[in-house]
């Protein structure tokens, strides 16, 4: 889970980590009184579940509270888009308005979860301000990284190396370590799975303050965090998404194809979306539905589906373990009585319970191709969203 800057940055100052002055608002006549509060100039930043802001016009300085107070109204409302975000970009309703900082150096820091060497890894670079992929294809011996033992933690003779590495000065050194130190503090006490300061900026006095922040949560441990949830901004996340999630759907992450599977577990929904390549189609989600033991997720499974206009075929694959297929039949048959679903919709069906699930199938009247095998289902999936084969009552064709 993803929370935005400005929440940030208060979790980065609870753990002692220098931030700008500043105050998040939705209203520009707000925006203005923060700039009057804060006196001279000021950053002007939107707040969006995505990064590459300053290209794209997110970030606007402003030497006035007037000024301030137009450049809010002019970013305050509108869709964000960066090289991060869809096409139709990310709704911008709040602004964080700081104190402008005059900056002498950006650099990068940021601890990562490195699932290679199972320990979260501490990186620094004296590049920052652009982005992490940037500098890693550029000059990747910029980069420099330290692991953590979590059971020893974070070591003071590491932040020195990675400090004296970015070519701080002596006496930047000791707060330099500081700062990372209390980064993994954060890191770890909140279950992140990133924290990314970029940029870490050495101001013109030589001060290191965070400038930038972005927190991600790991999600299965965010029952352990109330705080943390608290913060989801609904609003940030893709609308298919936020529903599938609402209907108990375990996981659903939409994607630009126009195949909407639907399977139960992890392992075979990437199964499915690799055959459906091969088949030369492209799957329109990723959808683990989970041990399914109500009809009713199945039938919220087809509302998510059938809201996505891209999607011109379903295909159902289920092999039930714990989960009953025949329980899974019902939910396809309630879903197609509850709505007048009319797109092709390929099923192949396996595991417990199976013949009972085919019957329910077979005997409901909708119309549907039954798949054989996987394979057999991924190619009749691509076929049927081309519209060159047909529904039939009965599943045969
Ligand atoms: P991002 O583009 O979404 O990562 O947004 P950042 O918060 O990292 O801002 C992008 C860039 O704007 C930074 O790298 C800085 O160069 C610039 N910037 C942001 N805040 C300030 C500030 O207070 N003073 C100055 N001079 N530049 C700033
Ligand atoms: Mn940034």
């Known amino acids: 889970m993803k929370v935005h800057e400005y929440q940030a940055k208060a979790l980065l100052a609870e753990f002692g980590i220098p931030v700008p002055k500043g105050r998040v608002t939705t209203t520009p006549a707000e925006a203005r009184e923060i700039a009057s509060e804060l006196g001279g100039k000021v950053v ?57 900082v005059e900056i002498k150096r950006e650099l990068y820091l940021s601890i990562i979860v490195d699932s290679s060497n199972r320990l979260p890894v501490m990186m620094t670079s004296e590049a920052g301000g652009m982005d992490i992929e940037e500098i890693a294809r550029i000059s990747p011996e910029k980069i420099l990284k330290a692991h953590i033992d979590p059971a020893i933690g974070f070591r003071a003779f590491q932040g020195r190396k990675l400090a004296y590495g970015m070519n701080l ?28 300061v970029n940029p870490l900026v050495v101001t013109a006095e030589g001060e290191l303050l965070a400038l930038d922040a972005k927190l991600d949560f790991d999600d299965n441990a965010l029952f352990r965090h109330n705080d943390i949830q608290q913060l989801h901004d609904l609003e940030q996340e893709d609308p298919l ?32 979306m690799d055959l459906v390549s091969q088949a030369g189609g492209r799957p329109a989600n990723f ?11 199945i039938v919220n499974a087809f509302k998510v589906f059938t809201t996505d206009p891209n999607v011109k075929a379903i295909l159902v694959n289920i092999f039930g373990g714990m989960t009953r297929v025949d329980v899974i039949a019902q939910g396809i048959v309630a879903a197609h009585k509850q709505m007048d679903i009319q797109l092709p919709l390929v099923v192949r069906l396996a595991g417990t319970n199976v013949e009972e699930g ?36 009965g599943g045969k064709n």
Do not use: W
């Open 169 to 196: 000065t002596p006496d930047q050194i000791r707060p330099a370590t500081n700062l990372m130190a209390n980064l993994y503090r954060l890191f770890q006490a909140k279950d992140c799975s990133l924290a990314e």
């Open 287 to 297: 959808l683990d539905t989970g041990t399914v033991n109500d009809a009713g997720r």
């Open 241 to 272: 998404e936020v529903k599938a999630s609402e209907s108990g759907i375990k996981n659903y992450i939409k994607l630009d194809g126009n195949i909407g599977c639907m399977v139960n577990g992890a392992g075979l929904a990437m199964a499915v």
């Open 44 to 100: 002007i930043k939107a707040q969006v579940y995505a990064g590459g802001r300053g290209k794209a016009g997110g970030i606007k300085t402003a030497e006035t509270p007037e000024e301030v107070e137009r450049v809010a109204a002019q970013i305050l409302g509108t869709r964000l888009v960066t090289h991060q975000t869809t096409p139709e970009g990310v709704p911008v309703s709040k602004v964080l308005v700081e104190k402008a």
């Open 358 to 393: 085919k019957r329910i199938l077979a005997e409901s009247g909708i119309k549907y191709i039954e798949g054989t095998d996987f394979y057999d289902a991924a190619h009749k999936a691509v076929a049927a969203a081309r519209g060159s084969i047909k529904t039939t009552q």
